[in-house]
């Protein structure tokens, strides 16, 4: 059984999750003075710090200021009780209805309260309940309604006046579900559904090497596996990426154990495919060629980096990272931070991968080329596009040179359901598709 001690309290660094209502957002407290707006309310954090994660707060007005978009409310935060979180059918003691909506009009009059008086009555009462018993006390068709259609109406009152947040911990659902909502392409599209079939078909767990390249899904991906090899185990995850900087935005979020995080080396794939094949003994002609694909415009490709382009694998000598120490930064002696990454990267190559996993923006097929040596026989490989079409060629291609067996090219189909007594139905907005996956098993 958890004790007091054991439950995870907010901290000064850390990422949180803001959830009002059904409406989360990822927010980083990195210091007392910082604030998080949701729409026109801007949330003071300060009183965040050393409170248990999970726990609620009421938004209390501090100050009211006017805005182009109507008025920008500022609030403090005061840790609430369970007790306060009744539904406000509960506090109003509604228990009267009526049979039927057949003759309710919407003719916009059923309000007796004037938009000026409700401004008014906002700014003078900070309790959500006291605004909504207000308006249903001056609704000439409330008490009329029958009971879903009221529960609908408080529903959409308390989503307009509601002053409760609650904070919660970042996982990997929570944020691919705000990464997803705020913009799919962040995260190449992949829904959950998708997500768990990239994890569960490469067969990561807390024994064995993973290879990873994915080319912008702000680090969920490698979040995600390296959750799934877990905390205080052998398993060790090699992160590629075709920038000069990883994203690991999501990766940060969760707030890993150190020696979880570091069982992630993260590396220019370019770079390191450079060490790996010139920096023993190898020859400059034994460098496989990755070459960006026709079919994604030139301006987001990575160029492949050689003797004159030193910047594209050098980026610490233009922009420090934000872990090194002070000596390094002012060019003290010593290898800089992606050369160490390359080296343990290496090591790890040539003792060959037990699974790999592509999820690129790019055609898939040069860089599985670059990749698969890498792998031990017998092994899964995962592969994740948004484009049917090159998962086809790469299929072909796979196919015919014989080096991975039992292929498959799938697409995922989801839909949530509303799940209520006497209301249970398929929600009317759904996502058509999350990409597709190409998955199969490695031969030698």
């Not at 020696?259 to 790996?276: A, H, I, M, P, T």
């Not at 020859?283 to 004159?308: F, G, I």
């Not at 090219?409 to 058509?432: A, F, K």
Request: glycine fraction near 6%.
């Amino acid at each position: 059984m958890a004790t007091e001690e054991d439950i995870p309290r907010i901290q000064l660094g850390d990422y949180i999750v803001i959830q009002r209502q059904k409406y989360t957002k990822l927010q980083k407290f990195s210091s007392l003075d910082t604030t998080a707006n949701l729409g026109k309310e801007t949330l003071e954090l300060k009183s965040l710090l050393d409170q248990p994660y999970g726990s609620t707060f009421k938004m209390c007005v501090k100050e009211t200021k006017p805005g182009k978009r109507g008025a920008q409310r500022q609030h403090t935060l005061e840790l609430c009780s369970e007790t306060e979180l009744r539904s406000t059918r509960e506090v109003l003691g509604i228990s009267s209805s009526g049979a039927d909506n057949r003759d309710i009009q919407d003719d916009g009059e059923a309000q007796t309260l004037k938009p000026e008086d409700i401004a008014q009555l906002r700014e003078e009462c900070n309790d959500s309940s006291k605004i909504i018993e207000k308006l249903v006390e001056n609704s000439k068709t409330f008490h009329n309604r029958t009971e879903y259609s009221q529960e609908k109406y408080l529903l959409k009152k308390e989503k307009k006046y509601f002053e409760f947040v609650q904070i919660r911990q970042p996982t990997i659902r929570l944020m691919l579900d705000i990464f997803y909502r705020q913009d799919s392409e962040k995260v190449m599209g992949i829904r959950v559904d998708t997500l768990s079939q990239i994890i569960s078909y490469s067969g990561v767990c807390g024994f064995g090497s993973y290879l990873l390249y994915e080319s912008g899904t702000n680090g969920l991906l490698p979040a995600a596996m390296l959750n799934s090899i877990g905390a205080g185990t052998e398993g060790t995850l090699v992160h590629m990426h075709p920038g000069n900087v990883p994203q690991k935005q999501a990766l940060s979020a969760l707030k890993l154990p150190l020696e979880q995080q570091q069982r992630c080396v993260s590396v220019n794939l370019y770079s390191v495919l450079r060490e790996f094949y010139q920096g023993g003994e190898a020859k400059a002609t034994d460098v496989p060629v990755v070459e960006p694909s026709a079919n994604k415009p030139q301006e987001t490709q990575p160029e492949t980096p050689t003797e004159e382009q030193p910047e594209a694998i050098e980026p610490i000598t233009k922009k420090p990272k934000l872990d090194e120490s002070k000596s390094d930064r002012e060019g003290a002696k010593g290898p800089p931070r992606w050369h160490l990454e390359n080296k343990r990267a290496t090591a790890l190559m040539h003792a060959e991968f037990d699974s790999l996993v592509v999820a690129a923006k790019e055609h898939p097929s040069n860089i599985l080329q670059a990749l698969l040596p890498l792998v031990k026989p017998s092994r899964p490989v995962v592969v994740f596009s948004t484009c049917k079409e090159l998962l086809q060629e790469t299929f072909m291609e796979l196919k015919t040179t014989g080096k991975v067996t039992g292929l498959h090219l799938t697409s995922n189909w989801l839909r949530t359901y509303q799940i209520l007594p006497n209301r249970t139905h398929p929600e009317v907005n759904m996502s058509g598709n999350s990409g597709y996956l190409l998955t199969g098993y490695t031969l030698r």
